[in-house]
C-alpha cells in the first residue's frame, strides 16, 4: 500500500503527468484551469484519470471528474481519494 | 470468487420469436441461467446479474412504483449508468406500466453545469414524474429536477424500501410505448424518441434472425452507453429478448482502458460486440502504445460491428491489421445503418464477408449530379471510398428521394428514407418535428444522404451538413478528415460547414481546435489547413483556429456542425489570432 504522499509531493507528481497534455508550455499551478488552460478535453481528460489512477492504485468515480475545474481541484481529489481508500 | 453467467441455457430452449413485450421476453430469459456481468474500471467482475435475479427485482421494484400512485404511461427518468440498478429499474418501468427514459451521463472536466441543464431540458420534455439515480449522481438530478414536474428523486436501493402495491401491476402492453430515447435536438429542446413496445420487439426480432443470426453460444460484450440505441437496444434489449448474455464495461472504462473491451472478449469468449467506428479508433491508439497484442485471443469475435457514424474504413484496416496476431479477423467486420427514430437498426451487411467499400469517382458527376460512378479497382487519384451498409433487414425497405420526394434510382444521391416495422411513433409530443420526418405513407425521412448499390446502402453524410459551393457537393466529413491527418491535430478538433456569405455565395469554413501558444506554429498549422482544404475539395475555406472545446457533441458522441456553425456566426467561436481571416461578422454582412 502507498503511503500518502504529501501536499508538495502529490502536486509535483500530478504536474508531471500533466505536462503531457501542456503542448502550450504554461506554468501548471493550482489554480490552473484544466479545460481552458490545459486544453483537456474528454478524450484526454480520461488518459490523465486513468494515469492517476494507475499511480496510485485509485478508483476515481466519473462524476467527481465532472466537477473538477482547476489543478487544485484535481489535487484535492485524489488526495481525498488516497485518504478515503486507506480508511 | 464471482463466477459470470454461463454462455448457454442448458435446459431452457433458445428462443426469439413469439414475444409481444420486452417484459414477456424477461419473463422467458429469467426461466435460464444467462445474464448480464457488470465489470469496474479495471476489468474485475463485480456484480452477477441473472436474468432470472433481473425479473425478480424489477417486479419487486415495479410493486413499490405503481405505489406510488403514478398513472399508467407517466414517465420515469433514469441516469443509464452502466449498472445492475439501471437495468433493474428500467424493467421495472415495463412491469409498471410506466415509460422509462434513460438519461445521459456528463464527461469532461468541468461539465457539471451544463450537464445539469441538458438533464433537466430532458425531465421537462418527457414531463418525467421520478427520477432515479445511483448514490453518487442523485445530487446532480435532484438539481436538475428543480422546477420541473418531477415529484421525487431517488435511488433503486430507497425505493425498494418503500411500500408495496397491494396489486401486481399490470405489464406495459403491445400497444403501449417502451420507452424515450433522447438523441437529439437541443439543450432546451429535447427530441424524445418515443418506440412502442411492437417496434422494439419488432427490431429486435430483425437485429437477432436477419441481422446477426444469433445463435445459442452467442455472447455480447459492450462498453456503449444504455442511453443510446446502439447500447440499449442492440446491447441489452436484444440480449435480454434472445437468452444471449452480455459482459459490461461502463463507457467511461473503456474511454480510459480501451484494451479492456478487448480483455473481456478474450477471456469469455465474446462473439458479438458493437462500436462506432471511432471505438476501434481508439483501441488502436491504445494498443499503439502497449505491448503484448498476442495476450489478446480474439477468435470467438463472429461480428464485430460497426454502426453509429459514418464508417471510416482506413481505421478499421488498422484495426484487423494491429489484432491480426491475436487472432482477429477482418471478415467479422458487419458495418450497419440506424438510428433511434427506427428503433436501432434497419440494414445489416452481410455476415462474414467483413467490411466492403464502393469506390466512386469525383469530379462533376459525382459532385454536381450526385452521381456514384464506380471507379475502377485500381484507380487512384480522384475517387472516394464509402463503406456498404448492406440491405434493408426483411420487412424494412429503403428508398432514395430527391428533395422532392421522388424515388431515385440506383447510384443516384439522395435522401434516405426507411420504412418498416420498428419506426417510432413520434418525438414525444412534438408533432411539429414529428410531421418534418414522418410522413402519412409511412416513410421516415431519417436526415441523412446517400445512395444504393445492388440494393445495398452506402451513407455519404448527413444531409444537414451538406456544403453546396458552385453548385458542387462537398462532404464536410471529407475535408474534417483530411485535417485530422495533419500533424498536432486530432480526431473530433475539426469542424467543417458552410455559411452564406454576403456576396449570396456560400462560404466554407474549417473550424479546428488548436493548443499551440505560439504565435508563428499557429501561422504554420493555419497555411496547413488551407493548403490542405484546397487539396481535399478544391475550394478556400476560411480557417478558423479556436481555442479547445470550441466544437460540441451530441451524447452520441456526434459532432455538431449546426452548433458550430450557430456559435461561429454569433461571434461565439473567435479565431486565436484576431485579424488573421475574415470575422464571422465581416463575411456576413452587406
Not at chain 2, 171 to 185: F, T
Not at chain 2, 270 to 284: D, N
Not at chain 2, 350 to 369: K, Q, Y
Amino acid at each position: 500500500m502507498t503511503a500518502v504522499p504529501d501536499e508538495v509531493e502529490l502536486f509535483s507528481t500530478i504536474r508531471a503527468l500533466l505536462s503531457a497534455h501542456n503542448s502550450a508550455g504554461i506554468e501548471i499551478r493550482r489554480d490552473t484551469d484544466l479545460a481552458a488552460d490545459l486544453s483537456i478535453d474528454s478524450v484526454a481528460a480520461m488518459d490523465l484519470v486513468m494515469e492517476i489512477e494507475e499511480r496510485y492504485d485509485l478508483d476515481i468515480p466519473v462524476n467527481e471528474i465532472s466537477e473538477l475545474r482547476t489543478v487544485g481541484d484535481l489535487v484535492d481529489l485524489v488526495r481525498r481519494q488516497i485518504e478515503e481508500r486507506r480508511g | 470468487m464471482l463466477l459470470p453467467t454461463p454462455t448457454t441455457n442448458e435446459i431452457l430452449p433458445f428462443r426469439t420469436e413469439g414475444f409481444r413485450t420486452l417484459a414477456e421476453g424477461l419473463d422467458y430469459a429469467a426461466r435460464g441461467r444467462t445474464g448480464m456481468n457488470f465489470h469496474d474500471s479495471r476489468g474485475e467482475l463485480v456484480c452477477v446479474l441473472s436474468y432470472t435475479e433481473l425479473r425478480e427485482r424489477a417486479v419487486r421494484l415495479a410493486r413499490r412504483l405503481a405505489a406510488t400512485g403514478m398513472a399508467r404511461g407517466e414517465r420515469v427518468a433514469v441516469i443509464a449508468e452502466t449498472s445492475p440498478d439501471f437495468v433493474v429499474a428500467f424493467f421495472a418501468c415495463q412491469y409498471a406500466g410506466l415509460v422509462p427514459v434513460p438519461l445521459p451521463l456528463a464527461v469532461g472536466f468541468g461539465t457539471r453545469q451544463a450537464y445539469i441543464e441538458r438533464l433537466r431540458g430532458m425531465l421537462r420534455a418527457a414531463d418525467a414524474r421520478l427520477g432515479i439515480a445511483g448514490r453518487e449522481l442523485l445530487p446532480v438530478l435532484v438539481e436538475a429536477a428543480r422546477e420541473t414536474a418531477v415529484l421525487g428523486v431517488h435511488t433503486v436501493e430507497e425505493l425498494m424500501l418503500r411500500p408495496a402495491a397491494a396489486v401486481e401491476p399490470e405489464p406495459l402492453g403491445s400497444d403501449e410505448p417502451c420507452y424515450i430515447q433522447y438523441s437529439s435536438g437541443s439543450t432546451s429542446f429535447p427530441r424524445g424518441v418515443l418506440v412502442t413496445q411492437r417496434a422494439l420487439v419488432a427490431n429486435a426480432l430483425a437485429i437477432a434472425r436477419d441481422g446477426l443470426a444469433l445463435r445459442p453460444g452467442d455472447r455480447c460484450t459492450s462498453w456503449l452507453p444504455l442511453y443510446h440505441d446502439m447500447g440499449l437496444v442492440g446491447c441489452c434489449l436484444t440480449p435480454v429478448m434472445t437468452q444471449i448474455p452480455v459482459d459490461y464495461i461502463a463507457t467511461a472504462t473503456f474511454a480510459r482502458r480501451p484494451l479492456l473491451w478487448l480483455e473481456l472478449i478474450s477471456r469469455n469468449g465474446g462473439t458479438i460486440s458493437f462500436a462506432p467506428t471511432f471505438g476501434y479508433e481508439l483501441a488502436v491508439r491504445r494498443a499503439q502504445t502497449a505491448n503484448g497484442i498476442d495476450r489478446f485471443d480474439l477468435r470467438s469475435w463472429r461480428v464485430a460491428g460497426i454502426g453509429g457514424e459514418m464508417i471510416r474504413q482506413s481505421v478499421l484496416d488498422r484495426f484487423a491489421r494491429i489484432f491480426h496476431p491475436a487472432g482477429f479477423d477482418a471478415r467479422a467486420f458487419v458495418p450497419s445503418y440506424g438510428l433511434a427514430e427506427a428503433t436501432l437498426a434497419v440494414t445489416f451487411a452481410p455476415l462474414g464477408c467483413g467490411s466492403r467499400v464502393d469506390r466512386v469517382r469525383r469530379g462533376p458527376l459525382f459532385e454536381v449530379r450526385r452521381i456514384a460512378q464506380p471507379a475502377a479497382a485500381d484507380e487512384a487519384g480522384a475517387v472516394r471510398d464509402f463503406v456498404r451498409c448492406g440491405r434493408p433487414l426483411p420487412g424494412y425497405a429503403v428508398e432514395i428521394r430527391d428533395d422532392q420526394g421522388r424515388p431515385l434510382p440506383e447510384r443516384t444521391i439522395g435522401r434516405v428514407c426507411v420504412r418498416g416495422p420498428s419506426l417510432m411513433r413520434e418525438y414525444f409530443r412534438d408533432p411539429a418535428a414529428t410531421a418534418r420526418v414522418l410522413d402519412r405513407g409511412g416513410w421516415l425521412d431519417t436526415g441523412d444522404l446517400g445512395y444504393l448499390v445492388d440494393g445495398e446502402l452506402v451513407i455519404t453524410g448527413r444531409s444537414k451538413d451538406l456544403i453546396i459551393v458552385g453548385g458542387r457537393n462537398i462532404w464536410p466529413q471529407d475535408l474534417e478528415w483530411a485535417v485530422e491527418r495533419i500533424e498536432g491535430v486530432r480526431p473530433g478538433d475539426v469542424c467543417a460547414f458552410a455559411v452564406a456569405d454576403k456576396d449570396e455565395g456560400e462560404r466554407v469554413v474549417v473550424i479546428v481546435e488548436c493548443r499551440l501558444q505560439d504565435r508563428a506554429a499557429r501561422a504554420e498549422l493555419r497555411r496547413e489547413v488551407h493548403r490542405v482544404v484546397t487539396a481535399t475539395a478544391g475550394v478556400e475555406a476560411t480557417v478558423v483556429l479556436a481555442p479547445p472545446r470550441s466544437l460540441t457533441y451530441t451524447t452520441s458522441g456526434k459532432l455538431s456542425r449546426a452548433a458550430a456553425r450557430e456559435r461561429w456566426l454569433a461571434g461565439d467561436i473567435l479565431d486565436l489570432d484576431a485579424g488573421a481571416e475574415e470575422t464571422a461578422a465581416a463575411l456576413v454582412a452587406a
